[in-house]
């Protein structure tokens, strides 16, 4: 499997809370660019190029895998306790 970075995506307007997650991974034909979905599973998104274009109204900040692992865990554990 190729390299994988992973960027928390932080509100704007100040706040420094998680509201999501994406990251970007490579295939042959170039970067392929996900967040994570409200159901928790990884879809197509844009967010990162928006962002390296200054057109996203959040800021990412680049963090590593397990990081990304415990962030999942917590939007999981917010997701069901919330049902």
Same mark, same amino acid.
């Given at each position: 499997?190729? !390299? =994988?970075?992973?960027? =928390?995506? /932080? &509100?704007?307007?100040?706040?420094?809370?998680?509201? &999501?997650?994406?990251?970007?991974?490579?295939?042959?034909?170039?970067? =392929?660019?996900?967040?994570?979905?409200?159901?928790?599973?990884? +879809?197509?998104?844009?967010?990162? /190029?928006?962002?390296?274009? &200054?057109?996203?109204?959040?800021?990412?900040?680049?963090? &590593?895998?397990? !990081?990304?692992?415990?962030?999942?865990?917590?939007?999981?554990?917010? +997701?069901?306790?919330?049902?």
């Amino acid at each position: 499997m190729s !390299e =994988v970075q992973y960027y =928390v995506i /932080v &509100g704007s307007r100040g706040s420094r809370a998680a509201t &999501g997650l994406a990251r970007r991974s490579y295939d042959e034909a170039g970067p =392929v660019d996900e967040s994570l979905s409200p159901d928790l599973t990884w +879809r197509l998104d844009s967010a990162i /190029v928006e962002w390296e274009y &200054g057109d996203l109204g959040a800021e990412l900040i680049k963090i &590593g895998e397990h !990081e990304a692992e415990n962030l999942t865990q917590a939007f999981r554990a917010r +997701r069901y306790r919330g049902r």
